[in-house]
């Protein structure tokens, strides 16, 4: 089992920045793809971004490209996501994301899940 623990989130003002961290354990970071995700009240999990296991690639959904910057630290076994120019509609839940071996392209990929950390952005 890989354990995930994000940590970072909380309340902000619209045009302010979060840095959310996610502490992995339990198996060699390394060859784990990692990723966000985050969820609004009433609305379904969705993909935020995702990074290579060295790091090399990253990738991210439309609505956060130029915004939010994902990531990693293989040698703190810690993954990260930058939010800037943060919006209302950022306001979620966010999700670390873990996948053996390869990248996280989609939610169906992912191996294993930490508990969230919750973002509110306010207007």
């Known amino acids: 089992q890989m354990q995930l623990v994000e940590s970072g989130g909380g309340l902000v003002q619209a045009g302010g920045s979060l840095r959310l961290s996610c502490a992995a354990s339990?198996?060699?970071?390394?060859?784990?793809?990692m990723g966000w995700f985050r969820q609004a009240p009433g609305k379904e999990r969705e993909y935020v971004a995702a990074?290579?296991?060295?790091?090399?690639?990253?990738y991210y959904a439309d609505a956060v490209k130029g915004r939010f910057t994902i990531s990693r630290d293989n040698a703190k076994n810690t993954v990260y996501l930058q939010m800037n120019s943060l919006k209302p509609e950022d306001t979620a839940n966010y999700y670390c994301?873990?996948?053996?071996?390869?990248?996280?392209?989609?939610?169906?990929?992912?191996?294993?899940w930490g508990q969230g950390t919750q973002v509110t952005v306010s207007s």
């Open positions: 990074i290579t296991r060295s790091g090399g690639r990253t």
């Open positions: 339990g198996r060699t970071f390394s060859n784990y793809g």
């Open positions: 994301a873990a996948r053996s071996s390869a990248y996280i392209a989609k939610i169906a990929d992912v191996d294993y």
